[in-house]
Nanobody, 122 residues
């Protein structure tokens, strides 16, 4: 079971980017999913989360600018980022609380995707 993130890149201030993350493997259920970020010299911080019931939570600095969404059928989570600022520059990581099959056993664990770089600069 793994998560694969995509969609990072470089953009000017005020621009937009969309990040996507797909869970793959023999998955029984995807619980909460989320995005975190880590800027150089800083700790990883929560950006946004979305529950299986589609309840969302955002860190204050991105409210009104970022939108998290998920596709249950595809086991994906996306982050639409608008009005980007230089302070949004970071490596973005997706994570998911997954229930999955490993052999005959059912496991439940938090999985992280590899980070994707977002750079906001003029």
């Amino acid at each position: 079971v793994q998560l694969q993130a995509s969609g990072g890149g470089s953009v000017q201030p005020g621009g937009s980017l969309r990040l996507s993350c797909a869970a793959s493997g023999i998955i029984a259920h995807v619980n909460a999913m989320g995005w975190y970020r880590q800027a150089p010299g800083k700790q990883r911080e929560l950006v946004a989360t979305i529950t299986a019931g589609a309840s969302t939570n955002y860190t204050d600095s991105v409210k009104g600018r970022f939108t998290i969404s998920r596709d249950h059928a595809e086991n994906t989570v996306s982050l639409q980022m608008s009005s980007l600022r230089p302070e949004d520059t970071a490596v973005y990581y997706c994570n998911a609380d997954l229930t999955y099959y490993e052999g005959r056993a059912i496991q439940r664990n938090i999985r992280w995707g590899k980070g994707t770089q977002v750079t906001v600069s003029s």
